[in-house]
């Protein structure tokens, strides 16, 4: 086992609802180690999510042939998701962590101090959900995320709902019944209405994030139905680019699963707003435990 | 008690997703008791739903002071939701029931033939959800009714849905901020898009159904987003009724909590095609099990 005495080790994790990333990173060497964990949304359960980071923590350390005993060094930058919430956010700074520090964060935030490599910036997420954040001159704004099927317009799941509703119409033929919704069933292995509904009834939005791709191939190839769905979420996320920028002279990135595909739809103001991101969200963790760290150790 | 020999006992039973409603029926006398017991949907649990409608057959013989004993006597009728899926018309077909005869048929059916006094005839039915049924000549039709928040576009929950999501754009200036988003903070007690999400992050239909009224309101007062919502589903509301009468020369009655409110915004085309409801689903169930029984012991 490797020892590094007392210089202070870095640790950045990113966690989400369906899995917890860790990167370990000393100042000489870079990345070390890395870990991977389950689900760490405090909002889903708190002890789960301290066992996650818990766990993805002990992973990096493991990863990069260090002792165990290294986590009352380890500076750690969190960003995980719900934080913004007050109750949340104090529920999880009460944890009596073994760490020597540990700085939490949203996980928009951390993305954004990724994508931007440490300096003010936006990001929008797109994945099976959707959401935005922007930071300059030490405001914040976040925008969407509300949860499905509430919010989360264009996120993958949204576009899977979209899809469902216009093949259920169409064959009730109270919709236009278009190549869409033979994709819709095809993908699904639906003969017909009941099966389709069997299938997503009362399902939460990973299901419905699935048909996503579909829907951006068929507005591909002009479908009527699957061109106003993406465009009514291209609409939305042209306006939140717009938003995310007016707090000063920053660029956006998109990331998440589908952050490549919607960027040719946006509209021409949005896209000359966007730049790619420089680094994942779980370097921009290290990144903020270094900028708290460097803000409460400063000579 | 009073006993009615061998006199054939009618039970007609409204069985769904809140509640199960029973009326005993008397040819000379018309209905000569009532009974009331907890959902009858088999799709939410069919031993439950059997548990309600023998609950409610057994309220009904006592409302009408009759004994127990004469549960053997009931020729039942029972409309309830979700039998139109084959495999719960089985399963609930397959029940050892106490009763003379146990006609079973969906609750779109009777609701229609209560509707239209036995008749042929169609039905929308919009409360939370909203659903189309049609019969004529022997054919019947089933439209939309495919689940919140897959389908019941028109509903109760799907307005309130909108108005959500509507009100969640307008906080985050992503969408038009028009009296609507104010009107739903108002009524949820909510000040902000994390209270509103909170209130309405992963609940059922329900909730979300207590602002349809609302949303009716604000459409009735020229909110332009209101409006908006209004018309989508009475367009769609509009296209059920011309593809329901498609089956013949019939009438569609408006039945459920929305049925009367939604009337008025439908297409010219729509209203034409509207006649009031005769009466409720449960005499339907009635009239269901004394059309079976007839054809079964006709001279």
């Known amino acids: 086992m490797t020892s590094f005495g007392n210089e202070p080790l870095f640790l950045g994790i990113d966690g989400g609802g369906s899995k917890c990333r860790a ?19 405090p909002v889903q359960g708190l002890e789960r999510a301290q066992d996650a980071v818990l766990a993805c923590a002990s992973a990096a350390l493991s990863d990069a042939g260090l002792s165990q005993s290294q986590l009352g060094h380890l500076i ?3 960003g995980l998701a719900g934080v913004n919430a007050p109750r949340t956010r104090a529920a999880m700074l009460s944890w009596q962590h073994p760490f020597a520090q540990f700085y ?11 994508a931007h490599d440490g300096t003010d910036g936006a990001v929008i997420i797109t994945g099976t959900g959707s959401s935005g954040f922007s930071q300059c001159a030490g405001q914040q704004r976040f925008l969407g995320g509300h949860g499905f099927p509430l919010g989360d317009k264009a996120g993958g799941a949204w576009l899977g709902l979209a899809a469902v509703q216009a093949a259920l119409l169409a064959l009730d033929n109270l919709g236009p019944a278009t190549s869409l919704s033979q994709a819709v069933l095809a993908k699904t292995h639906s003969q017909d209405s009941t ?31 699957a061109k106003a769905i993406v465009a009514d979420g291209a609409g939305y996320l042209s306006n939140m680019v717009l938003q995310l920028t ?8 998109f990331i998440g699963g589908l952050g490549g595909i919607w960027q ?27 900028q708290r760290y460097t803000g409460e150790h400063a000579p």
């Open 23 to 41: 990167v370990l990173y000393r100042k000489d060497s870079g990345i070390i180690g890395e870990g991977l964990a389950g689900p760490a949304n």
């Open 76 to 78: 750690v930058g969190a």
């Open 104 to 114: 939490l964060t949203t996980d928009l935030h951390i993305a954004s101090l990724g």
């Open 195 to 225: 099966a389709l509904m069997d299938q997503f009834c009362g399902q939460p939005s990973a299901p419905y994030g699935q048909l996503a791709a579909l829907v951006f191939d068929e507005a591909a190839k002009g479908d009527a139905v």
């Open 246 to 253: 007016e707090l000063g002279p920053i660029k956006v990135a």
């Open 264 to 290: 040719p739809w946006l509209s021409d103001a949005a896209k000359a707003r966007i730049t790619p991101a420089l680094q994942g969200p779980e370097v921009g963790a290290v990144i903020y435990a270094q």
